[in-house]
């Protein structure tokens, strides 16, 4: 059993930056790739970001390309998404999650409970 805790998020004003983390306990860290998601209030939770097992391999939401960075420390069992320029459609809810395959629309088997981004414009 793996458990996901997010931190890192806040109020932040539109053009600034985020980073957020996601740390892992109970489990083998490496042997998931770790994604990140978001819902923002009346929307569905949509994909942001995952990146493979040994960070190799990163894959982004045309949304965020270019303004997001997802990276990951096993030695640390830490991810991060490092968010810039962000936007007042980048408020929401955001989620780490792990999934034993990568890609964006894999079965994730872990989530974390959230952190509340919140962009003013």
């Known amino acids: 059993q793996v458990q996901l805790e997010e931190s890192g998020g806040g109020l932040v004003q539109a053009g600034g930056s985020l980073r957020l983390s996601c740390a892992a306990s109970?489990?083998?860290?490496?042997?998931?790739?770790m994604g990140w998601f978001r819902q923002a209030p009346g929307k569905e939770r949509e994909f942001v970001a995952v990146?493979?097992?040994?960070?190799?391999?990163?894959y982004y939401a045309d949304s965020v390309k270019g303004r997001f960075t997802i990276s990951r420390d096993n030695a640390k069992n830490t991810v991060y998404l490092q968010m810039n320029s962000l936007k007042s459609e980048d408020t929401a809810v955001y989620y780490c999650?792990?999934?034993?395959?990568?890609?964006?629309?894999?079965?994730?088997?872990?989530w974390g409970q959230g952190t509340q981004v919140t962009v003013s414009s």
């Open positions: 999650a792990a999934s034993r395959q990568y890609g964006p629309t894999k079965t994730y088997d872990y």
């Open positions: 109970g489990g083998t860290f490496s042997s998931y790739c």
């Open positions: 990146i493979s097992w040994s960070g190799s391999r990163t």
